[in-house]
């Protein structure tokens, strides 16, 4: 005896339709890139940007990046120009010092710790 098929209706999340249309357009775009020029450039983009979540919620990470970017490339440069050229290193104590503020003020129980150097910091 056969089973009649009921025909079952797929419901799909709009979100994820969102999400699979952005990540093919994101992969079009990689590929183009990689086509015109050097394929090493995308692949060293896609590497630093892989520590980029650790770097903006975690102090510590941002803070051991500020070190290893002291140890290793102390002097080096962007590549681009916003009326000055930043380092690596500005850069990385900025994301430390933007991740300390937006973690301090979306917990403001933590507040500032007082110390008696605060008056030789602030000088």
């Known amino acids: 005896m056969r089973v009649p ?3 079952q209706s797929i419901s799909i999340n709009p979100q994820t339709v969102v999400a699979v249309l952005l990540a093919v357009a994101i992969g079009v775009v990689a590929g183009a ?3 015109q020029v050097n394929p090493i450039i995308p692949l060293a983009a896609v590497i630093a940007l892989l520590p980029l979540p650790w770097l903006l919620t975690r102090p510590l990470v941002s803070f051991l990046a500020a070190v290893g970017v ?3 490339l102390p002097f080096a440069t962007l590549p681009f120009k916003i009326g000055l050229t930043p380092t690596f290193l500005e850069v990385a104590l900025l994301i430390g010092l933007g991740v300390w503020a937006f973690g301090l003020a979306r917990r403001p129980e933590l507040g500032l710790v007082r110390s008696p150097l605060d008056w030789g910091v602030l000088l």
């Open 70 to 72: 002291i140890t290793l």
């Open 5 to 7: 098929l009921r025909p």
């Open 33 to 35: 890139v990689t086509a």
